[in-house]
């Protein structure tokens, strides 16, 4: 028998021995997954640009307040900025945030509490929300990825909660939409019962403003993620919503 290294039969056994084993391919993802995420990328980068549109907008807009002028031409001011904004709101977060919220043109112009109730009770006001109740009922993102969510819980009798759910049902709508639509609207003063009794909870505004900036740049991380998580598995808010807290 002839053990001669150098023959073919040797070689291509030895090639066997030496030849790196192959790597198995990694499992293509399924099509329908491949196309959900594409279809979240793609919608990522399109709310991205549209909230860049929005928010150089809305500096230009706040440039042009004027807290000197009298309280119906700052009623007007109100109304001309969230008709501008109304088209170009990627979320209705982003505009109640420009509009009524704590930095928005109304708390701007009517800083004075007095003047804030009044302007709440106007038709210019009616006007703001209504056009923030268009934007909410359209199929626009929950989440605004340059916002972070926040959560309250608020102790309420059972009867009351009832309540809440009943009506919920009857307007096909969820809790959660209810009580948002709830606290939007204002609250006459006179209907806040005063108590004596010691204050529970974290105060509002009680937390350090340091740790409140960091809290939120992570939220907004997290909000961010969560967002894009839920367009991959394509779950819908209004499925989401049926869900009673």
Known sequence: MNFDSNTPDNNASANQWLAPAETKAAPSKPVSSRLREKAAD?????LAAEMKVFN??????????SADLPAASRRKIVVETATELFGLAPTWTAFYRETLGGDGVARALFADVDEAREYECSDEHSKVLEMLTVLRSRDLPENDPHEPQRMITVRIPKSLHDAICDEANSLSVSVNKLCISRMLQKVDPSMIPSSTQKRRGRRPGATPVAARVA???TAVSQTAVSQTAVSQTAVSQDDADGVVE
Not at 42 to 46: L, P, S, T, Y
Not at 56 to 65: D, G, P, S, W, Y
Request: no cysteine; net charge negative; proline share 0%.
């Open 56 to 65: 150089q907008v809305a500096t230009e807009l706040k440039a042009k307040r």
């Open 42 to 46: 793609e919608a990522g980068e399109k």
């Open 215 to 217: 809290a939120d740049e």
